[in-house]
């Protein structure tokens, strides 16, 4: 299980190097998919799997088809692939930074426990993570309504940005 | 650091820095900003599930849903800069050049 968690861990330094040193916005789309999955990996094996639920069906579910919608809309027909030279180049730098900067910072591999800690042995209904979802409905139920207020407002200012100002009414781009 | 830590924290860093040095699209800056909020979103869950506080775990909730918001916002700007300048391309973002 500790393998597991290095390697989801391992996935998601090595996924947000490829988004940040992406040639195209196709393939940085790819690489949020494959932080989200191995994200969601990393918080079930630390318990929380409502948690987990919650960022497949709303983060990749809901918010990135709209980027791949919008990758198929923006980006050039014909993007550059990954054997660029100044593609590898950030690929290889931030790697180097990464490497670095975990051996500044890490100890060695005997003294740090990689494997997460599920604290709830067993299977019950109601898990910890859930418990604390649902306080967002009973003592946070203010905070859950600015936030409903917040999303509603969202959609005002999005009309507003792609109405062009008088220019002429909601069109293909 | 532990290995945790360091693993959202420099995923954090390497977001940013995708975002900061964004070189020609504009939705590549805007998808590196949505890596920043992803790793904020597994960072904040960590939180409460290794310290055992299931208080904060709301907390992660509504960052995904303001974190829903930036994203519609975002995309509202490259569908306006796509409209006037007829690419999203950031060299074509030069009204304030000197």
Do not use: Y
């Given at each position: 299980m500790s393998y597991l968690m290095c390697v989801l861990l391992l996935g998601l330094v090595l996924g947000l190097v490829a988004v940040a040193s992406n040639p195209s916005p196709y393939f940085a789309a790819m690489g949020l998919v494959v932080v989200a999955g191995v994200g969601c990996g990393v918080l079930v094996g630390t318990g929380g799997c409502f948690l987990s639920l919650v960022l497949f069906l709303i983060y990749l579910g809901g918010m990135l088809v709209v980027f791949a919608y919008s990758a198929a809309m923006a980006a050039e027909p014909f993007p550059e692939g990954w054997g660029s030279w100044p593609t590898l180049r950030l690929v290889g730098g931030y790697l180097v930074g990464v490497a670095v900067a975990r051996g500044l910072l890490g100890k060695n591999w005997y003294e740090e426990d990689w494997s997460g800690f599920d604290s709830i042995l067993g299977l019950t209904v109601l898990r910890g993570d859930v418990g604390g979802v649902s306080l967002m409905y009973s003592s946070g139920g203010w905070l859950l309504m600015g936030g409903g207020w917040v999303l509603l407002l969202t959609l005002f200012v999005v009309l507003e940005l792609t109405r062009g100002l008088g220019r002429g009414a909601l069109r293909a781009v | 650091m532990t290995p945790t830590h360091?693993?959202?924290?420099s995923a954090f860093m390497l977001g940013l820095a995708g975002l900061a040095f964004h070189r020609t699209h504009f939705l590549s800056a805007l998808l590196c900003l949505e890596g920043l909020m992803l790793s904020l979103f597994i960072?904040?869950?960590?939180?409460?599930?290794?310290?055992?506080?299931?208080?904060?775990?709301?907390?992660?909730?509504?960052?995904?849903?303001?974190?829903?918001?930036e994203a519609g916002a975002g995309l509202a700007l490259l569908v306006a800069t796509t409209r006037t300048h007829s690419n999203s391309r950031l060299q074509s973002l030069n009204l304030l050049q000197c």
């Open positions: - | 360091f693993a959202f924290s960072a904040l869950s960590l939180w409460t599930l290794q310290f055992n506080t299931m208080n904060s775990a709301s907390l992660p909730m509504i960052l995904l849903a303001f974190s829903a918001c």
